[in-house]
């Protein structure tokens, strides 16, 4: 009875084993299977770059002295047999186009968008709008803006309020370039609530529509915003681009009528105009200290002899930063030289003046 329990158990103890091996030896195999698959699908993937690379590079050597020659009019390309652009090739084609289109204005743009219209290539972006890759939907829209294509502004439109930043600002600069009197209205009605619109990109986009056409609807939208100061404040951040007299005064209007300091300091931060002093003087004591700090730091701009002792007096505010604006204001002051400094420094009954100033001088490389 014992020798059979024992021979049971002996049997048992094979059976367990032969399983562990044959589970070993199918986890061996699957993994040798999965790593011949994964070297064989990055040998494909390289062939596969390897290919578009020297597609690419074909594509240019054939096409980049057409280009040139197009943007720079190295002879007429009007009657001239174009190379042929395989359907394949059409992406590749499209954003080598579009990278000439972006180092040339003027009339080299005009060309590159006949020799464009040659090979059609209007329809193809019309097209390439209904794509399901972003990517293509993008390239698309900035050739059609280079093309300035009359039939693509609804779907461009349509873009401009998409949730996906970069497929509303690279739409907005489509538009402006299609037909910037329709395309400025849109936009600047936008920024107040666009906060993701980088104000660089935005002020680059209005810039090269022509400040001139779009200060009349500047003007609008920050009348219409006025009610709303956040909505201000998103506006008046392009004041700079526009350097008009009527939008200065709007602004020193905003200005005089404004008792939140966010906007206060928002409309100190693009004034520019000597004959907006009096209305930054009076605030260079206002209870917030970033306010003093812009209101000083516009005196050290275009400040009149008159202002000097008004930025001495701010060498002893309680806060560091509008005491530093009034140091370097003071040293950038053009009638006041080294020895004028020195002579301020030493009035002062303050060791916090007298340091900042201190600090200032030696930043201006006075010594």
Known sequence: MICTTARVQALNSITGFEQVSHIALWTAQIILFTT?????????????????????????????????????????????????????????????????????????????NGLARRLQLDEVALKLLDHRRI???????????????????????????????????????????????????????????????PADRIASILAAADPHNSEEPFKSALLEATPNPQHTISLLKFVPIFASPSIDELVTKILINASDPSLIAACLRVLSNPAQLPFARKLVTHDEWYVRVLAIRFLGQTGTVDDTKRVVRALMDEEWWVRYRAAQALC????????????????????????????????????
Request: charged share 25%; proline share 4%; hydrophobic share 50%.
């Open 36 to 112: 011949l698959a994964i070297f064989t699908l990055i040998v494909l993937l390289r062939a596969r770059l390897n290919f578009r690379e020297e597609r690419a590079a074909a594509l240019i050597s054939v096409w980049r002295p057409v280009l040139a020659a197009a943007a720079f009019s190295q002879g007429s390309t009007r009657s001239a047999v174009l190379p042929t652009v395989k359907k394949r090739d059409i992406v590749l084609f499209l954003r080598q186009w579009s990278a000439v289109q972006e180092t040339v204005s003027g009339d080299a743009s005009i060309r590159l």
């Open 135 to 197: 990517s293509m939907r993008l390239l698309a829209t900035v050739v059609l803006g280079h093309m300035r294509v009359a039939e693509a502004w609804l779907p461009v439109w349509e873009d401009l309020d998409s949730q996906n930043t970069l497929v509303s600002l690279v739409s907005a600069n489509a538009l402006t370039q299609i037909c910037p009197s329709r395309a400025i209205p849109e936009l600047i009605a936008r920024i107040p609530v666009r906060h993701d619109w």
């Open 332 to 367: 950038h002051f053009p009638w006041i030289d080294l020895k004028g400094l020195r002579k301020i420094q030493q009035e002062q009954s303050d060791d916090f003046a007298r340091d900042i100033l201190e600090q200032a001088i030696s930043e201006a490389k006075f010594e």
